[in-house]
């Protein structure tokens, strides 16, 4: 498999082999002919970064390519790829979303979306699917911190038999780890701070799908300006050329993690859909190529022994965000799932005694040293 968003496939590339950073903000052309035309979007030429940059646009056909879908828009941030995804005109009726979702994206629903007279509606992917009046149905899988795998074929029938779109918010397992497209979802959207970017320095987001849906996406980004900016753009378009490598060989090294995780004294659960026990590895086996390099697993003993393991960690960095090449460990009751009420982590499965893994690339013999010299004895 050649690297995402690299050109010369059937021939030698020729020209720059690294997208091209163009930081001006206007363009200067020889007429107001060529000057209308352009701005019509008649003739091809850059207008005005707002609208699309070079950059942006690299990282756009990367991303497109990854996802096997028509096309992609980018956004400064994944937060404000889902405001993108929720208030473009994509027709008319509620917005059903997942009840396990980021956090972020749930306070965007409920104190915002509201507000514009966008309707919201919760239900539970794992259960019975009714989505009569809906427009847009948006799940996320794997899902936070329980690595729960939706099953999107399942979803997605149920709201195209309601006369709905299915989007689905797929960061914590990209391309080609899963293609939600191919498995009947309508749109992709990732945070492509984590495994996109990759490398934890870069912030942004992004929407794939088809053109028509596409359209009113991107409108919506013209009229309230939240496009990628070109610095940025330029280096999550770079990190794309080795996302299917990174993506693998982190997955890999989470599934060794969990398999040594699994039974160790001290451990009372391990969540990875790359377990014969978790309750979704059926599904994940499916419609993932790998599961993931996302796990997360429980200490005996509830959140005070877990910060005493947590505190102990020497190599994995203690951290919020996920995807990057460097391994981080966050404890959801202290992050994630801070203002969720107890009583209601406790019925999501989500224990007090509960560690967060993103596992990165270094080598698994120095992770598994780690968490076992961190661990009771
Ligand atoms: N979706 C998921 C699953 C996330 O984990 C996050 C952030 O952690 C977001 C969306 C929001 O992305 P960003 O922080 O890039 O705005």
Redesign the pocket.
């Known amino acids: 498999m050649r690297p995402y968003g690299c050109r010369g496939d059937a021939a030698p590339p020729l020209g720059p082999l690294a997208p091209t950073l163009v930081r001006a903000t206007t363009f200067a052309h020889g007429s107001a002919e060529a000057l209308r035309a352009v701005g019509a979007g008649e003739r091809d030429g850059e207008f005005y970064p707002r609208y699309g940059h070079p950059a942006a646009r690299a990282f756009e056909s990367a991303v497109a390519e990854a996802e096997g879908v028509d096309g992609a828009v980018s956004f400064a ?6 405001h993108a995804l929720f208030c473009a005109p994509l027709g008319d009726g509620l917005v059903a979303v997942a009840r396990d ?2 956090g ?2 749930t306070a965007l629903l409920e104190k915002d979306l509201p507000r514009f007279g966008i309707r919201v509606v919760r239900f539970d992917p794992f259960g019975t699917l009714d989505f009569k009046g809906a427009r847009l149905v948006h799940i ?1 899988t794997p899902t ?1 911190p329980l690595c729960r795998v939706v099953d999107v074929a399942r979803v997605a029938k149920a709201a195209h038999a309601a006369g709905a779109l299915l989007s689905v ?1 797929a ?2 397992a990209p391309p080609p780890l899963q293609r939600v497209c191919s498995l009947g979802a309508d749109i992709v ?6 495994y996109m970017g990759g490398h934890s320095d870069a ?3 992004v929407v794939g799908g088809r053109h028509e849906h596409l359209q009113a996406i991107e409108g919506f980004r013209r009229r309230t300006g939240g496009i990628l900016g070109p610095d940025t753009a330029w280096l999550v378009a770079r990190s794309m050329k080795t996302l299917a490598l990174r993506a693998r060989q982190q997955s890999e090294t989470a599934g060794r993690l969990a398999r040594f995780l699994a039974g160790r004294k001290g451990v009372a659960a391990v969540h990875y859909p790359g377990l014969l026990g978790h309750p979704d590895h059926a599904v994940a086996r499916r419609q993932m190529e790998m599961p993931g390099a996302m796990l997360a697993f429980e200490v005996e003993g509830g959140l005070a022994a877990a910060v005493r393991v947590y505190d102990r960690f020497r190599v994995i960095g203690r951290a ?3 995807g990057g090449v460097e391994t981080i460990a966050s404890l959801p009751v202290h992050t ?1 799932h801070a203002m969720v009420p107890a009583a209601d982590r406790a019925r999501m499965g989500v224990a007090d005694g509960l560690i967060r893994l993103s596992v990165g690339l270094e080598p698994f013999e120095t992770l598994a040293g780690d968490l076992q010299q961190a661990l009771p004895t």
């Open positions: 941030s994944g937060m404000a790829a889902l979702v980021y972020g994206t996320e936070n918010d960061t914590f959207m990732h945070s492509a701070t984590k912030i942004g987001g919020v965000s996920l994630s």
